[in-house]
């Protein structure tokens, strides 16, 4: 599954009509083409790196911002390794997601309901340092129950 139209599930840009890229391989065109034939030219969003943290066509998305009106939303799904690599100006306009997959979270399952839980990021052993926490009811829970792999059940696969 390289390229799929569904409703965003998840996050700030839940309920937009969204065209998901989950191939670097996928081009612009393919891009057009499928929104063309699929969702009779309307789109709200445009998520590059669905399904898991993809790598970025960076040549897409510079079409995705020279070519798609402002009102179009573009974001892009990030590994945490790669999230340096779009803070110019540039790309000012996109949504970044990064995501950390990791089996461990599943443990937050038994204790997310408990309002006495927060959640620490860090990397404080060198010489740069970042330390950010959060309490844990402040994350927004997405129903999994609805997730097909990659996918939302009701998303429509193109390629």
């Known amino acids: 599954m390289k390229l799929w139209i569904g409703i965003e599930e998840e996050g700030v840009n839940k309920g937009l009509k969204t065209i998901f890229v989950g191939d ?23 998520y590059l790196g669905a399904g898991c943290c993809t790598k970025i066509n960076k040549k897409v998305l510079d079409a995705a911002l020279e070519k798609f009106p402002i009102d179009i939303v573009k974001t892009i799904e990030l590994d945490i390794t790669d999230a340096d690599k779009f803070t110019s100006e540039k790309y000012s306009e996109v949504n ?18 408990n309002y006495n839980y927060q959640l620490k990021l860090q990397a404080v052993d060198k010489r740069n340092k970042i330390l950010i926490t959060t309490e844990l009811n402040n994350f927004d829970s997405v129903n999994c129950n609805n997730l097909d792999g990659k996918k939302y059940k009701e998303d429509m696969v193109i390629k």
């Open 24 to 46: 670097p391989n996928i081009t612009f065109e393919e891009i057009q083409q499928a929104i063309k034939e699929h969702s009779k030219n309307k789109i709200d969003q445009i």
């Open 96 to 113: 970044k997601i990064i995501t950390v997959n990791d089996e461990r979270f599943l443990k937050l399952l038994k204790i997310k309901e």
